[in-house]
């Protein structure tokens, strides 16, 4: 499976933008997929994920009521949209997919098995 996010940009505090995750190979709907985010100098953290058939949703404190994960998966594609931008959202954002054998009851500390590229977002002020 390859993932190839994209969508981010530069967005002033208070903005809005929205990630697109593309996939190719593979069936898509095999997989959850997350988004996580690392900012210069920190580690990688999770966002958010959307289950297999997109009925159920998880985000990180940090962004909940902020961001939106949504799938869609006749196109292959997972999105996430970012509201209400802060200066800490500012990172490189990558797509995850996660197959139910890496899956271990917490979208945030399972082993997701591909990764895209990822795609920077940066606020400013």
């Known amino acids: 499976v390859q993932l190839q996010a994209s969508g981010g940009g530069l967005v002033q505090a208070g903005g809005s933008l929205r990630l697109s995750c593309a996939a190719s190979g593979g069936t898509f709907s095999d997989y959850a997929m997350g988004w996580f985010r690392q900012a210069p100098g920190k580690e990688r953290e999770f966002v958010a994920a959307v289950s297999w058939m997109g009925t159920s949703t998880y985000y990180a404190d940090s962004v909940k009521g902020r961001f939106t994960i949504s799938r869609d998966n006749a196109k292959k594609s997972v999105y996430l949209q970012l509201s209400s931008l802060k200066l800490p959202d500012t990172a490189v954002y990558y797509c995850?997919?996660?197959?139910?054998?890496?899956?271990?009851?917490?979208?945030?500390?399972?082993?997701?098995?591909?990764w895209g590229q990822g795609t920077l977002v940066t606020v400013s002020s």
């Open positions: 995850a997919a996660l197959a139910v054998e890496g899956y271990n009851g917490n979208y945030r500390t399972s082993r997701y098995a591909y």
